[in-house]
């Protein structure tokens, strides 16, 4: 049950009120944003909530227990502090988000209705659509050990333990052309065709994931991402480049010398195996279904 203050219950039961939402954004580098559908700046709770920033929400889904609650908020990019370079970098990744209901005759009249974390932000030009996930979501999140085929651990963390520092690991290299999601790059003729798929691109602060890394017939080498790069690099720039694990114990054990470290189960039988076998052990089915001819 949620707890108003009383000055807002009043306006509340006033009939007439003035109310308005409010988003704040937490990214987990720390930094803070504010927007809201009011037709004005406010300041609310400390923090400065933006106007005319494009947002718009949907309807909001509450229920009991522990049901995920979500809604997304739709808009472009139009605060100058939303941009689409921090969103393509992956700043607002998990970032925590709240929604108040704000009397904004008097700011100092609020309430959180949620608190949760921003899931799926998606972009289609200048738009995006930003989802907003529940503290119930954390509940659906994997905790301790799972048998799987692949590796659960992230390449060069701890339980991992490959030093991407490694020159077979990690390499500069300079942009030669950029034409939308594609680099050309010099310097990376010592490395063979996908080595460097699934890694990361590293300029600054900012990182960006490797599609596919592509050896053309004339040598040159081509990195190809999963958006268009033309506004965040340039020919010219130079770059770090992280190797890219497909998590199977193959390219564990041959690409990092790592086999020791994979943290997978790579002779878990398919589940068409498993079915095979029940077959060929049934003499009912004769090599037939499960469930029979």
């Not at 692949?150 to 034409?179: E, F, K, R």
């Not at 040598?219 to 999963?226: H, I, K, Y």
Request: proline share 4%; charged share 20%; aromatic share 8%.
């Amino acid at each position: 049950m949620k707890s108003f203050p009383p000055a807002l219950s009043a306006h509340l039961a006033s009939g007439a009120t003035t109310m308005c939402r409010c988003w704040r954004v937490t990214r987990r580098d720390g930094v803070t944003l504010g927007f809201t559908d009011h037709d004005r700046d406010l300041i609310v709770d400390g923090t400065l909530f933006e106007a005319a920033a494009g947002f718009t929400a949907s309807q909001i889904q509450s229920s009991l227990g522990l049901a995920v609650d979500n809604f997304t908020a739709d808009g472009a990019l139009s605060s100058a502090r939303l941009t689409e370079k921090d969103i393509l970098a992956g700043r607002y990744d998990d970032a925590t988000m709240e929604l108040l209901h704000v009397n904004w005759a008097d700011p100092t009249q609020f309430y959180v209705e949620a608190r949760g974390n921003l899931g799926n932000l998606d972009r289609k030009g200048a738009a995006f659509t930003a989802e907003f996930r529940s503290l119930a979501a954390r509940l659906n999140q994997r905790i301790g050990q799972s048998f799987e085929r692949s590796c659960n651990a992230h390449l060069g963390d701890a339980s991992c333990g490959v030093n991407l520092a490694l020159p077979a690991y990690s390499s500069a290299a300079t942009i030669v052309s950029v034409d939308g999601p594609y680099l050309v790059l010099s310097g990376l003729s010592s490395f063979k065709r996908d080595w460097f798929t699934g890694g990361l691109l590293q300029k600054s602060v900012d990182a960006y994931e490797i599609k596919a890394h592509i050896i053309e017939p004339d040598g040159s080498v081509m990195l190809e991402f999963w958006a268009d790069l033309a506004a965040f690099v340039a020919a010219g720039d130079v770059v770090t480049l992280k190797a890219g694990c497909a998590k199977n114990f193959p390219t564990c054990k041959n690409k990092f010398a790592n086999a020791a470290n994979f943290r997978g189960f790579p002779h878990i039988p398919p589940t068409d195996t498993i079915g095979t076998i029940a077959n060929r052990g049934d003499p009912r089915n004769n090599g037939g279904s499960l469930l029979g001819n």
